[in-house]
């Protein structure tokens, strides 16, 4: 199949579909046809406003999705009734979708648009929430909303976190040449590609030996906004493992030095330092707002709230480690890095039994309590520059291939787990518990604002 076209970031209203609906969606459309129904909630973005699917309700053919009096086909009334009911009662957005023929270009038939003025204003007043149409082709979308505020607006975008992060439109978009800067790297990302990374918004949550490598590359990336959190500041025996720290740093804010060296890096960037753990309202705040997230601080806390966010908003995510186990002996184990995709709607670090429940509560205490309640004086782990490269290189690439559509598998979202002394490197599938409250519907999944992080999340 041709390759899809990649388009950046685009301002104005967006739906998110995760990558498992989007395969269950895509299925069922293409290439016969068929009717659906996805319920969605809201959030707001960097950009515009966001709808988050979270279900998706499929038309049976020739039950739920029959011939129509005007068009083609129709979803049936019955159908319709139960969906939208659905939807009033979740407060959730509902959205037609059917699929035109073509690939990368689609629009609105003149019967679809009467269609969407006879039904929606009904509809809208029916459910109280956004309503609307969604149409499709495999590489293209256009949606048409009836907010619940009485007003009327196209969908500018629909973007699909999987192994590959889509941003569909109805038409593909075109860019201007990548500067002098980028040259080299535009010719295997394109304009477009590069564009991409400009008008992108990417968090780093902890900025020490991992962070500190993912800061500086992703600000020669080109990456336009960077979030950078972290309430920790340097210390001596830090300085072998940040980039571009010394002496005189020593005392200073982590976000301090990582926006110094972003800056060098990057002039044009723009920064939005928080100086908190990543818990604090208005760290939380700045994540639900990115497009893509690093993990590479490695409490129970951090891994919590980051994979939160990305359940509930919808933005996928990496999370970065290394491991070298020594004993007191000095025995050394099996050293390892690992780099997690993390997708809404797949396997979340609750289910992969990733986050520790008991260090979990611990961390939600304030310092001295927390302190208290380590009844051993904490021994600080093993660190190495290098370790810390090769786990940052591995997320770095994964991200620069999906943010501009170049893993050849839009399905491939397996962890990478690097074995240094072996020289293995193998693949890990993530496992899904049937209900987890974070990464199924049945949860907080594609929740946004009405389920808020900060005011909903219990341990």
């Known amino acids: 199949m041709a390759r899809r076209p990649v ?40 950009r515009g ?20 009096e005007y068009g083609h086909r129709a979803l049936a009334p019955s159908f319709v009734r139960d969906a ?39 509809l809208r007043q029916i459910t109280g929430q956004t309503v609307g149409g969604l149409v499709l082709t495999p590489h293209a979308a256009a949606g048409d909303l009836w907010l619940a505020d009485g007003s009327r607006t196209p969908l500018a975008e629909t973007v699909i976190p999987g192994g590959n992060l889509l941003r569909l439109r109805p038409c593909p978009a075109t860019a201007t040449p990548a500067g002098p800067d980028h040259d080299r790297q535009a010719r295997l990302l394109g304009d477009v590609g590069q564009e991409t990374l400009n008008r992108l918004r990417v968090a780093v949550v ?32 830090n300085l072998p493992r940040l980039v571009a720290a010394g002496k005189d740093d020593i005392g200073l804010l982590k976000t301090d030095l990582a926006a110094r060296n972003a800056q060098r890096a990057n002039p044009r960037i723009r920064l939005i330092p928080k100086a908190t753990r990543v818990e604090h309202p208005e760290a939380l705040k700045e994540l639900a707002l990115c497009d893509w997230i690093f993990l590479a601080a490695d409490s129970a806390s951090a891994r919590h709230w980051v994979n939160a966010t990305v359940q509930q908003f919808l933005i996928p995510a990496v999370q970065v480690g290394v491991k070298i186990p020594v004993d007191s002996a000095g025995y050394v184990g099996q050293i390892h ?106 949860g907080r999944l594609g929740r946004g604002d009405s389920g808020s992080v900060v005011q909903t999340a219990t341990l």
């Open 206 to 237: 902890g900025l020490g030996g991992v962070g500190s490598i993912l800061v500086e590359e992703l600000a020669r990336l080109g990456v336009g906004t960077l979030v950078l959190i972290d309430d920790d500041t340097i210390e001596a025996t």
């Open 7 to 46: 388009n950046p970031p685009a301002e104005g209203w967006s739906l998110t579909i995760p990558h498992r609906l989007w395969t269950e969606l895509s299925a069922h459309l293409f290439p016969s046809g068929g009717g659906a129904v996805l319920l969605a909630g809201h959030a707001e973005g960097a």
């Open 84 to 122: 939208a009911v659905r939807a009033r009662d979740e407060s959730a957005a509902y959205l037609a979708v059917h699929a035109h023929g073509g690939l990368d270009r689609v629009r609105f038939s003149s019967v679809d648009t009467a269609s969407h003025e006879r039904g929606y204003p009904a």
């Open 337 to 442: 890095t690992a780099t997690r995709i993390m997708l809404p709607g797949d396997g979340c670090l609750w289910c992969n039994r990733l986050i520790d429940s008991t260090q979990l509560a611990i961390d939600m205490h304030p310092k001295a309590e927390r302190d208290a309640a380590r009844y051993v004086p904490g021994v600080p782990a093993p660190s190495v520059i290098t370790l810390n490269t090769l786990a940052a290189a591995e997320a770095l690439n994964h991200f620069v291939l999906a943010a501009t559509g170049l893993h050849d598998d839009d399905h491939d979202h397996a962890a990478v787990i690097h074995r240094p002394r072996t020289r293995q490197r193998d693949l890990q599938d993530p496992r899904q518990d049937a209900n987890c409250r974070w990464c199924t519907p049945a």
């Open 49 to 68: 406003p966001r709808l988050l699917a979270y279900d998706l309700i499929t038309a049976t053919n020739d039950t739920d999705y029959i011939p129509g």
